[in-house]
Nanobody
């Protein structure tokens, strides 16, 4: 069973930066996609950014130009660099991984809190 462990959350002022890191317990090479989701209080979980096994990336419109996702298959980590943070970025951020072989299997981390003060 693969485990995903997030780190790097915290409290930051608006305009600041944070870097989230997701470490997998095993190789991430077999994952078709990895990414970050977030969930704010009272809202649904939403995709923030994702990176596929071929290196292609996808971002939510709200974070384009501010956030950058990167994937290091050698170190089995996926990072999310967040710049120019806004109060509306406040949420619990979850690492996600998807593997598709005969069926789709999704893995989730436990989440890390990001709070942006105004």
């Amino acid at each position: 069973q693969v485990q995903l462990v997030e780190s790097g959350g915290g409290l930051v002022q608006a305009g600041g930066s944070l870097r989230l890191s997701c470490a997998a317990s095993g190789s991430i090479r077999s994952f078709n996609a990895m990414g970050w989701y977030r969930q704010a209080p009272g809202k649904q979980r939403e995709l923030v950014a994702a990176v596929s096994s071929d290196g292609s990336t996808n971002y939510a419109d709200s974070v384009k130009g501010r956030f950058t996702i990167s994937r290091d298959n050698a170190k089995n980590i996926v990072d999310l660099q967040m710049n120019s943070l806004k109060p509306e970025d406040t949420a619990v951020y979850y690492c996600h991984a998807r593997r598709v072989i005969l069926a789709t299997v999704n893995y989730w981390g436990q989440g890390t809190q990001v709070t942006v003060s105004s």
